[in-house]
Structure formats: C-alpha cells, structure tokens
C-alpha cells in the first residue's frame, strides 16, 4: 500500500495543504483534492502518517455521495483524477482524490448530533442546552437524543478550533433563507445515514458536514461525508449510555496523547508509538468494511 504524508504533484497548480487534503487546480472551475494520510487530533497534525487512511477517507466519502445524492447536489464531476495529471504523478492520486467542482465554501459547518458526547456533553453539563437548543433534563453522555439536533460552527483558521454558535448567528452569518436551507438538509443527511448505518451494526453519534454555493447560487455538499475523521461512529454491539463509547476513528490517538503530562496539544506534535498508529489504521479499515461491505481498493 502505498502511504503519502504530503502530495508533490508537480503537473498541477498547488492551491493548499489542510490538514489532511492537498488541493490543487485543474483549470478555474475544478480542484483536485488529494487526501493523504496525515492525522490531526486535537487540531494539531501528527508526523507520523495512518497508512491508507486516506484511500479509506476518499472512498468512504464517495460511497456516501452516491447514496445520498437524491438530497442534495456534491461537488463530484466523474473525472477520473488520474486524467488530470502527469504519468509521474498518477500513483500520488489513485485510490484517494477526487476532481471536484470548484465552489464558493460557505464559512459555517453544520454539525448534526443524534447523541450526547463530545463538546455538547460538555455545553449540556454546564447549562443543559447544546448551541442554545434546551434539552431534556437528566441526559447521560452518550444517550440518544429525542431528536437529532443542529448545532453549527463557524470554521476556524487552520490550526485554531472551530467555534460553536447559535442558529441565530449563522443567520446573521449567511442569511436566514441559506441557514434554514443548510439545516433542514443536513438533517435529512444524518438521518438517512444513521438508519443505513443502523443496519450494519454502526450507530452515527454525530457528524459534520460542509456546503459550498457554485455560480449559480446552487447549494452542493462538499469536502468530505461522514467518515471517521468527521463523524462519530460507533459499533452498536458494544454501545452503553454514561460512558464514552469505543469509535471507528483515532481514538487511539486521542487516548494516547491524553496520557502525554508533557504536550499541551499545540504543535509540535509529539511522536506517536508503532502500536497506535497500527491500531488506528485497523480501526479506519474496519469502519470502510462494515459501512460498504467492501475491502479498501487499494
């Protein structure tokens, strides 16, 4: 398998590294968009690569594309990334890029909750709403929700957290008609995606999604869907209220670097142990399997 930290494609303009995917130009109304397999936790990104973790994270997000494009346009063109660069540059691209339209990101992510963890176990702890949606008393982390929620954030520069605001805010941020749009299709997203999950032994905890306008003013859903890196998933046979569940994602990561005394998680990055990067990489080839039912095309 081959493993990329960071693309060089040289037969294309870069536009930029994030801090998983490289984009590049093809032309002025498409990108390339590379995902390597460079990881972040806690916003920082690590040194070590998760090998194939972005061959799982590109065709996973395409796997959700195709089963949910009846809801809302995505930024997919069907150009085989392959088509767009050099020879030389071709093994930098199999498996994990996609030629996308280019859009205009719409500065809000809209973060859909169907279960209590994470930051908005830490919101409803201390004033028993999430984003200032009031909640039932009594929660537990982890429990299901009456109803998934809507909670957005405002994008945050590379390297600084996300920001949660109100659904007031991101009206006064994008338009009211936009917001309401963005919502409601996002709602619908999560929903469909839970209760196919559902069937395949994985509960959705939550996840995230990202919206860009073209020039016509028509929304598309874009970067990526419901992977591990952007939503919790968790395997529903070992699933329990009032404990922060197992999850298909770089919660070993995240565990380990917890245990660090000495790193106040801003960069740089400490080393990570071979044993977390392995379990990690299994974790992220065991979600791609049970969702799809297929092996990673490598």
């Known amino acids: 398998m081959n493993s990329l930290y960071q693309s060089s494609i040289q037969s294309l303009p870069l536009l930029g590294h994030g801090k998983v995917r490289d984009n590049y130009a093809v032309g002025d109304d498409k990108i390339l968009i590379v995902t390597t397999d460079?990881?972040?936790?806690?916003?920082?990104?690590?040194?070590e690569p998760i090998p194939g973790k972005g061959m799982v994270l590109n065709q996973m997000s395409d796997f959700w594309f195709g089963k949910l494009g009846h809801i809302v346009p995505n930024h997919l063109t069907g150009v085989a990334p392959e088509s767009v660069v050099a020879p030389e540059d071709v093994e930098q691209v199999r498996g994990r890029a996609v030629v996308a339209k280019r859009l205009k990101p719409i500065m809000v992510e809209a973060v859909v909750r169907g279960y209590i963890i994470g930051s908005g176990w830490k919101d409803y702890q201390a004033s028993g709403a999430i984003c200032g949606i009031q909640?039932?008393?009594?929660?537990?982390?982890?429990?299901?929700?009456?109803?998934?929620?809507?909670?957005?954030?405002?994008?945050?520069?590379?390297?600084e957290h996300d920001e949660n605001i109100s659904f007031d805010d991101m009206e006064q941020?994008?338009?009211?008609?936009?917001a309401a749009k963005m919502r409601d299709v996002s709602i619908k997203l999560y929903t469909a995606a839970a209760e196919y999950a559902a069937t395949k032994g994985i509960i959705i905890a939550d996840t995230k999604f990202e919206f860009g306008l073209d020039d016509n003013g028509v929304m598309h859903l874009m970067d990526e869907v419901l992977t591990a890196d952007s939503s919790r998933f968790w395997p529903a046979d070992s699933y329990a209220p009032g404990m922060s569940p197992p999850s298909f994602d770089?919660?070993?990561?995240?565990?380990?670097?917890?245990?660090?005394?000495?790193?106040?998680?801003t960069a740089p990055a400490p080393s990570l142990p071979?044993?977390?990067?392995?379990?990690?990489?299994?974790?992220?080839f065991e979600a791609i399997e049970r969702l799809t039912g297929e092996k990673l095309k490598a």
Do not use: C, H
């Open 38 to 47: 460079r990881l972040s936790a806690f916003d920082v990104v690590m040194n």
């Open 135 to 159: 909640l039932p008393s009594g929660l537990r982390q982890a429990d299901k929700l009456p109803e998934p929620i809507f909670t957005p954030a405002a994008k945050a520069d590379l390297g």
């Open 173 to 178: 941020r994008i338009g009211t008609e936009l």
């Open 250 to 265: 770089k919660q070993f990561v995240r565990d380990y670097l917890e245990t660090l005394t000495d790193w106040n998680k």
């Open 274 to 284: 071979q044993d977390v990067i392995d379990k990690t990489q299994a974790k992220y």
